[in-house]
C-alpha cells in the first residue's frame, strides 16, 4: 500500500515570530552597548548635577576673589562675601545669585560620588575635587556643557571616581556676581597643594 503524496503547507509564523524576536533582542543588546542601559544614563545625569555644582562653586569664589583679590578660605566664606561693586548696582552677597544649594565640602577628593570639595591652596589658587559616577571623555563634556558648566571648562574630561583641579584665579574685568566667561587659568593636576 503506498500512500498518496500530502501536501503540507510549512507554518513559517511561528519561525517569523521567533526571528523577530531574537531580532528586536539583538537590537537592545547593541544598544546598550553603544549607549549604555538605563543604570548609564542614570549616572551621567548625575555627574551633570556634579558638574553644574563646580561651575557653580566656581562662580561664587570668583565673585569674592574680584572683591576681595585673595581666595576666599572656603566655600562659606566665599557665598557670604559682598560682590564688587558694578556701575550703577549695589553689591550682593556672592552666594545669592541663586542655584541650587550646596554642600561643598573642604579638603581633598570627596569620598561620594556626586560631592565636591574646595581647597584654597594659596592667596590666588585654588583646588577644587569631585567625585564622578563615570569617566567622560573631551569630546562628550565640550558638547554637553557651556564654557562655564563644570569640568568642561578645563578642556577637558574627566576619569571615574575623584578627581582634582588647580586653577590660578585672575581678577575679572566684568564686575558680577557669576564671570559669563571664567578668567581664571588651569595649573596640570600634578601641580604641588
Known sequence: MTRPPVNRRLDLGSILAIAAAAVAGIAIVVG?????????ARDRRLDDITSQKIGQILGVVQCAFDASGIAPIDYPTAAMTRSAPAHGTPPTLCGSSGGMELKVGAGDVPAAPGDVTYLETGPTQIKICANFRIAQDQTVERQAYSSYGGWAIFGEGH?????????????????STVSPEPPYEVRPTDAPD
Open 159 to 175: 576619569p571615574a571616581g575623584g578627581h582634582c583641579q588647580f586653577l590660578d584665579l585672575v581678577k575679572s574685568s566684568i564686575a
Open 32 to 40: 546598550f552597548t553603544i549607549v549604555g542601559g538605563p543604570g548609564h
